[in-house]
Nanobody, 119 residues
């Protein structure tokens, strides 16, 4: 089985920074793309940033130039550096990864970590 565990959420003032981390564990053969999603109360889950295995990235327009996604393939980890945070960034943030185990390819999700931006 595979587990994705997020960490690093919390309360931060507008303009502040947070760094989220996601660690994958289990009988993993290969992790393909990884991504961060977020979901605010009453809203649909949305893609924040995605990173392929070779390191190419794409971002939601709302976070471009403020957030930076990275990964370490050797450690099966991913991070999201969030700068210049705004109240509208408040949401639960979820790590996801497309993983191959034996002959199975599927998308896995973490439990989420809360980010609250407020003064």
């Amino acid at each position: 089985q595979v587990q994705l565990v997020e960490s690093g959420g919390g309360l931060v003032q507008p303009g502040g920074s947070l760094r989220l981390s996601c660690a994958a564990s289990g009988s993993i053969e290969i992790i393909h793309s990884m991504a961060w999603y977020r979901q605010a109360p009453g809203k649909e889950r949305e893609l924040v940033a995605r990173i392929s295995r070779d390191g190419s990235t794409n971002y939601a327009e709302s976070v471009k130039d403020r957030f930076a996604i990275s990964r370490d393939n050797a450690k099966n980890t991913m991070s999201l550096q969030m700068n210049s945070l705004k109240p509208e960034d408040t949401a639960g943030y979820y790590c996801s990864a497309i993983i191959t185990i034996a002959t199975s390819l599927r998308k896995y999700w973490g439990q989420g970590t809360q980010v609250t931006v407020s003064s």
